[in-house]
């Protein structure tokens, strides 16, 4: 099955810092990837969906100047946690999907999880 | 898309066949039936799906009422390596837009020795 890798697997970081989480495609192009965030016991909530070469589309309450995505190639999305706090800490997921049509799944990462100390 | 609804907690005894049901009674003729697992800490995991007729892979069977307002997801032979969070999904299947995926609370399957 397709596979989506992303990296790092665990991250922590100072607050007021910047950390970067990639998201690859590795056996398939995708021109939209999301991003997921899940907080302790709790379901996942979209947060953003990215579209390759072009603005990020962003839930309603998810700030767009803090939560920096960038699809620049076909396999490749990233999500930019700038200025991260202690609140931010969470367990970020992204999923990609084959282009075509009718029911075709979407293949998820393995999750990032961030701890802003 | 279509809202589910899911017990929030099953347990199964190991070797036995869990049915997780999910009730999606305002689903549309063509939203498609998805199921996800979500091992801890992992991201989620692709079981199956299906729109109108029952499915079977190497993993598990869909089960879906005539009527489509009801499925049950079936693990034959349940191990402890199954025991996660099973998400019921609905949506739409096709276009880049349909990828994005709505999830519930699910429910807790916990496999016993």
């Known amino acids: 099955g397709a596979v989506v890798s992303q990296h790092p697997s665990r991250v922590i970081c100072k607050s007021g810092t910047s950390v970067k989480i990639e998201c690859r495609s590795l056996?398939?192009?995708?021109?939209?990837m999301f991003w997921y965030r899940q907080f302790p016991k709790q379901s996942l909530m979209l947060m953003a969906t990215?579209?390759?070469?072009?603005?990020?589309?962003?839930e309603q309450g998810v700030e767009k100047d803090k939560f920096l995505i960038n699809h620049a190639s076909l396999t490749l999305s990233t999500l930019t946690v700038t200025s991260a706090h202690p609140e931010d800490s969470s367990f970020y997921i992204c999923?990609?999907?084959?282009?075509?049509?009718?029911?075709?799944?979407?293949?998820f990462g393995q999750g990032t999880r961030l701890t802003v100390v | 898309d279509a809202k589910t609804t899911q017990p929030p907690s099953m347990d199964c005894a190991e070797g036995r066949a869990a049915n997780l049901p999910c009730n999606h009674s305002t689903i549309s003729g063509n939203e498609y039936v998805y199921w996800y697992r979500q091992i801890h800490s992992q991201g989620p995991q692709y079981i199956i799906h299906?729109?109108?007729n029952n499915e079977t892979n190497e993993m598990a069977s869909l089960i879906i009422t005539e009527d489509r307002k009801s499925s049950t997801l079936i693990l034959p032979h349940a191990t402890l390596r199954d025991t996660a969070v099973y998400y019921c999904i609905v949506r739409v299947g096709s276009g880049a837009g349909s990828y994005q995926l709505t999830f519930g609370k699910g429910t807790k399957l916990s496999v016993i020795p």
């Open positions: 999923s990609a999907s084959r282009g075509g049509s009718g029911g075709t799944e979407a293949f």
């Open positions: 299906g729109l109108k």
């Open positions: 056996d398939f192009q995708a021109t939209t």
């Open positions: 990215s579209n390759e070469g072009s603005k990020a589309t962003y």
